[in-house]
């Protein structure tokens, strides 16, 4: 047994110094003398069956931990994730890319061959740097023992720095078995996006008083800038009159849902996020998915609008529409400065005007939205309209993981939701869901007074990594899931549509049916959780309840029709 200090020990001390407690892995051969550093700190390893079970609770614990970091400075709200070698690497790329979309401040580890045996080509190779770089802030590989305390402290500095995202670092196992009397660096304050630039907000300012009847379209940047940035879109929403939208796939609560200048999500529908987006002058806060999820015939902003960008995020502005006023800092400090100018510059009888605009729109779009998930009434299953009231009637303060992808909006037009009560897979892939909620339930375990945690997992996202629920009950995690589980690849049958024309019934769907199904609650309980299937539609509601009143980890499989 080795007695001097590592670079494996040191590595692992920068990260208990910085306030990371947890490491979610899948480990290798070349990643022991992490783990086992690991095993002698008071960091916790917390094992996934999958690498990419790893990375998504990562992902999903760090996007919480955020939230409580913004209100309890000595939270450390990074999630890391360590994984083995290339082809392990490569089985965590697709949660990477989620977290790199979502947001998340990841650091993500994955061991290597010793940098003198490369050149026989061992087994498990690979170019680890090329394979993230396109996912990460930042790709490194710390090729000397000396250089651990820098390179660590760069890698959390950048995953932390607005935009937040992930941050790889390979770690070669010659380098963790190398001694050393290093010791690890202060990592120091970590910055905001800045204030703006004042000439850009007055700007900014001008173009908003000039307006008719201004939109506002508030992107997940603005809930990742804290609570006080979605209390500053309240402010510049109220100071300017402006009708209020989230961009298309909306992850994340960045204006209270239940406030009067609230419409709607911009869904990822042509005609109707162009029908939203028709307004003389829209305000781009924060946004960075606000597009449709296949080729659009004609723009979705008309080529007249006055478009007013703002976000922390440099190459977000400007980038689908011409930014007539381009303002770069942290959304809560510039929406704050904007709606202190507004408020000097209208007066209240031209803000009644324009909220006599929002609660016209307003009616017109409810009455759109109304049918969102109720699908045929004359089906005995619920619908995913009724699953949602059920859940939001025995569970309306839950914490909200979503990845229910074709049942989402039913969620988003239907509860109002608030600020810090859900998070969802911005980046697309299935996947994500299930094992960002095990890392949700995590990082809520961790406070004093923790949140029911819920994750809204569509049955086609569960069964990508069902594994994810053993280290739920490995763990002991206060966790429910819940399925809208219509046993069919909905979002494949609607694309379709979208894509190729024509009626469902002109269509063969067999291969986008789970026939015949899985028995999700026998799969549920082979992995140490409580399973049951729901089919009434009464009985939702009861059964959410008896489920969030239990301790461990409980998954309902709700039999909903599309």
């Not at 209100?71 to 994730?81: E, I, K, R, T």
């Not at 959780?529 to 539609?537: K, Y």
Request: glycine fraction near 8%; charge should be negative.
């Amino acid at each position: 047994m080795m007695s001097d200090y590592t670079g494996a020990e040191l590595f692992v001390d920068a990260l208990a110094d910085y306030g990371v407690t947890h490491v979610f892995g899948n480990p290798g051969t070349t990643e022991l003398p992490v783990v086992h550093a690991l095993a002698d700190s008071e960091i916790e390893y917390v094992l996934g069956l999958h690498e990419d079970i790893a990375v998504g609770m990562a992902g999903g614990y760090a996007q919480t931990r955020r939230y409580h970091a913004d209100h309890d400075d000595s939270v450390m709200p990074l999630g890391v994730a360590n994984l083995h070698l290339a082809p392990g690497l490569a089985h965590g790329l697709g949660n990477l890319y989620a977290a790199k979309v979502a947001g998340a401040p990841l650091l993500v580890t994955a061991g290597n061959h010793s940098s003198d045996f490369r050149h026989e080509e061992p087994i498990l190779s690979g170019d680890l740097l090329r394979m993230t770089r396109q996912f990460c802030k930042d790709s490194q590989e710390i090729l000397d023992v000396e250089a651990i305390p820098t390179m660590v402290r760069r890698a959390v500095r950048t995953a932390l720095t607005p935009p937040t995202g992930p941050v790889f670092l390979g770690l070669p196992l010659d380098t963790m078995l190398a001694e050393t009397d290093a010791s690890p660096e202060r990592l120091g304050p970590i910055p905001t996006g800045g204030r703006g630039d004042a000439a850009s907000i007055k700007r900014a300012a001008d173009l908003l008083a000039e307006a008719d009847a201004p939109v506002l379209v508030v992107g997940d940047h603005v809930a990742r800038a804290g609570a006080d940035a979605v209390a500053a879109a309240v402010e510049l929403a109220e100071a300017s009159g402006a009708r209020v939208h989230g961009e298309i796939l909306l992850s994340e609560v960045d204006f209270p849902m239940d406030h009067e200048q609230w419409v709607s999500p911009i869904p990822p529908d042509e005609e109707l996020a162009r029908t939203l987006l028709s307004a003389d002058t829209v305000v781009f806060a924060g946004c960075s998915t606000n597009t449709t999820l296949t080729r659009h015939e004609g723009d979705l902003v008309a080529d007249d609008t006055t478009c007013i960008h703002l976000s922390d995020a440099v190459h977000e502005i400007g980038k689908n529409q011409p930014a007539d006023a381009a303002v770069v800092g942290d959304p809560g400090d510039v929406m704050d400065d904007l709606a202190a100018r507004l408020r000097e510059r209208l007066d209240d009888e031209q803000r009644d005007e324009r909220l006599d605009t929002v609660r016209s729109v307003k009616e017109m779009v409810e009455g759109q939205l109304a049918t969102m998930g109720e699908g045929d009434e004359d089906d005995p299953r619920a619908s995913k309209a009724e699953l949602v009231d059920a859940l939001e009637a025995a569970a309306p303060d839950a914490y909200i993981v979503d990845e229910g992808i074709t049942a989402k909006y039913a969620m988003l037009t239907r509860w109002p939701l608030q600020p810090e009560q859900y998070i969802s897979n911005k980046g697309g892939g299935l996947g994500y869901g299930l094992p960002a909620s095990v890392g949700a339930a995590l990082a809520e375990g961790q406070r004093e007074s923790p949140r029911d945690v819920v994750g809204f997992v569509g049955d086609g996202s569960y069964l990508y990594y069902p594994h994810s629920l053993y280290t739920a009950a490995r763990y002991d995690l206060d966790l429910t899931v819940v399925i809208p589980d219509n046993r069919n690849y909905r979002i494949l049958k609607d694309n379709t549509l979208d894509v190729m024309g024509g009626e469902e019934d002109e269509y063969d769907w067999q291969d986008m049916e789970f026939d015949p199904p899985v028995d999700i609650p026998t799969n549920v309980e082979s992995h140490g959780a409580r399973g049951e299937l729901i089919e009434p539609p009464a009985e939702i509601a009861p059964a959410v309840q008896d489920a969030l009143d239990r301790d461990g980890p409980d998954v309902l499989d709700v039999l909903v029709h599309d």
